[in-house]
């Protein structure tokens, strides 16, 4: 079955700067990449997502890219701020029609310090 | 409109004791997901319904865990007779072609 790989455990940067975490994964037929942010004493919240068929997408200060053939993808944070504080989840899984089992990354503990 | 709504949000109870978890989805969400969440970890699949259909429990310790999605809408997860090692947050999500949203977790504790 699925395995992902995610890395670092834990993040910590000055507000403003940039964060980078990187997931990878085992089955080349997952096709669908979504990234969650959990806070204290919540669920996990869909912050962006992408499908194999696009190799980058961005929504404002955020951004992830797919590199299929080596299968692996990352998110990017840029101009970090205190409320990006937070575990991020990376996961995979294979979207036909219905969403499929969504295997999980075991998270990254970002610090934005002001 | 309403997210997913799980309840109660934390349970302590005794080993040996049973416990239940509900959960209402995302309304004409045909896809629902339990997930068991550990301290410092990801959330781990325990068994995935579309409608009222069970399509992927292989990951659900069946000798002491059971679920139901009566009428293809809300789900309830059992646990009986809990032990220690069944303390987690429990979370549901529900999908409809899509993205999957998660509800705030069942933080179970078990003493």
């Known amino acids: 079955g699925e395995n992902v790989e995610q890395h670092p455990s834990t993040l910590s940067v000055q507000e403003g700067d940039s964060a980078v975490i990187k997931c990878t994964y085992s089955?080349?037929?997952?096709?669908?990449f979504p990234w969650y942010k959990q806070e204290l004493g919540k669920g996990p919240q869909l912050i962006i997502d992408?499908?194999?068929?696009?190799g980058e997408k961005k929504d404002q200060r955020i951004a992830v890219t797919l590199n299929k053939t080596a299968k692996h993808f990352s998110l990017h944070i840029t101009e970090t701020q205190p409320e990006d504080s937070a575990v991020y989840f990376c996961a995979a899984s294979k979207y036909g029609g219905s969403q499929g089992n969504l295997i999980f990354g075991k998270g990254t503990k970002l610090s934005v310090k002001p | 409109e309403a997210g997913v709504v799980q309840s109660p949000r934390y349970k302590i109870i005794e080993k040996k004791q049973p416990v239940a978890f509900w959960c209402n989805p995302i309304?004409?969400?045909?896809?629902l997901y339990w997930y068991r969440q550990n301290l410092g970890q990801g959330p781990e699949l325990l068994i995935r319904y579309e409608n009222e259909e069970a399509v992927d429990d292989s990951q659900l310790p069946k000798d002491r865990f059971s679920a139901e999605r009566l009428k293809g809408v809300d789900s309830t997860l059992k646990i009986q007779p809990a032990e220690l090692g069944d303390s987690a947050v429990y979370l549901c999500?529900?999908?409809?072609?899509?993205?999957?949203?998660f509800g705030q977790g069942t933080r179970l504790t078990v003493v």
């Open positions: 309304s004409g969400h045909n896809t």
């Open positions: 992408i499908r194999s068929n696009v």
């Open positions: 999500a529900s999908s409809g072609t899509g993205l999957a949203f």
């Open positions: 089955d080349s037929a997952s096709n669908y």
